[in-house]
């Protein structure tokens, strides 16, 4: 016994940033950025805090399941950077929802977030230590981002996306893979001012070898399905959807041409959302589940990769 999914939420922030709009302050266009990403635009914070984003995104998602937030006994928040250094987030949300549950945790496993907090959640069910469970994962990208460097900035966008588990067999396979090393892929922080620190400060920004991440995601995104599908008995025709991490539909692309699959398989909004990190995927799931493309009994394929390096990949039936 596992889980089922039983409700989807996701929220975005108000500000939309065109393409045409960074090329007031940088050094690049919208035909540069498409062709090399995808990305048409994205979503930003601007007065909005990241716990708005959260708390919208899991009432949305507890709406969408028909269940109360006192009834949830296990909440896992998926940040890279939350509002605050300390308390934890999920500390936040379950204030601001009402939710009364004492399990409750924050996770930064970069962009494989969702995968790892899907895991973490199986085995609370597991376990009999929860019945119904949240997850949420909410990200401002445009934080971490250097936004004079026009290789990595006009990647990103902030957004939360939530689910609701619950008991159940709908998980029929998770792997997770972390091949430790930061040099390519890394957000530094501040070493603070005491005297006797021997460290010198970088500046607080994502820092990003975008060559050696898009070979590293190609590989892992094919190694991680194709040992999922053998996993659970099924070839790469079978499932109905692979829903990936949306950092570049290059990326995407690539992964699906090895795996010889049709685009219609491969669903993607980054062109409107740019990368969101560990929101990608249940942000892509409520978008999905809202417009009736997911049905009872659909095969899904989720994959995910991010800093770490980190790689998460599983095999869900839908059943709500």
Not at 41 to 65: G, M
Not at 99 to 114: E, K, P, T, W
Request: include cysteine; hydrophobic fraction near 40%; glycine fraction near 8%.
């Amino acid at each position: 016994m596992n889980f089922n999914i039983i409700g989807t939420g996701s929220c975005v922030p108000k500000k939309c940033v065109t393409n045409n709009d960074l090329t007031t302050f940088l050094d690049t266009s919208d035909e540069w950025i498409f062709t090399r990403t995808g990305i048409k635009e994205r979503r930003l914070l601007t007065d909005e805090s990241l716990l708005d984003l959260a708390v919208e995104a899991s009432q949305a998602a507890l709406e969408n399941a028909g269940v109360k937030a006192e009834e949830i006994d296990l909440i896992i928040f998926s940040t890279l950077q939350g509002d605050f250094i300390s308390p934890s987030m999920c500390c936040l949300l379950s204030k601001r929802l009402g939710a009364v549950c004492g399990r409750q945790l924050d996770i930064n496993m970069g962009c494989s977030g969702f995968i790892y907090a899907l895991d973490t959640a199986e085995a609370y069910f597991n376990s009999g230590k929860a019945q119904k469970a949240l997850i949420v994962c909410s990200e401002s990208m445009s934080r971490l981002s250097d936004w004079t460097d026009r290789s990595s900035c006009v990647l990103f966008g902030d957004g939360a996306g939530a689910v609701v588990l619950e008991k159940g067999d709908g998980l029929k396979a998770i792997e997770l893979t972390v091949d430790g090393g930061y040099e390519n892929l890394y957000v530094p922080i501040s070493t603070g001012n005491c005297p006797y620190s021997l460290h010198n400060d970088e500046k607080p920004f994502l820092k990003m070898n975008g060559q050696e991440i898009y070979i590293f995601a190609v590989s892992a995104v094919v190694r991680e399905i194709t040992s999922i599908l053998e996993k659970i008995g099924l070839t790469a025709d079978e499932p109905d959807y692979y829903i990936l991490h949306q950092a570049n539909n290059r990326i995407i692309d690539s992964a699906r041409k090895k795996l010889k699959q049709p685009v219609e398989k491969f669903p993607i909004n980054l062109d409107r959302l740019g990368n969101t990190s560990s929101a990608t995927i249940p942000i892509l799931l409520d978008e999905l589940n809202r417009t009736g493309k997911l049905r009872k009994g659909s095969k899904l394929i989720l994959c995910s990769f991010g800093a770490g390096l980190t790689t998460g990949a599983c095999a869900i039936e839908w059943n709500k």
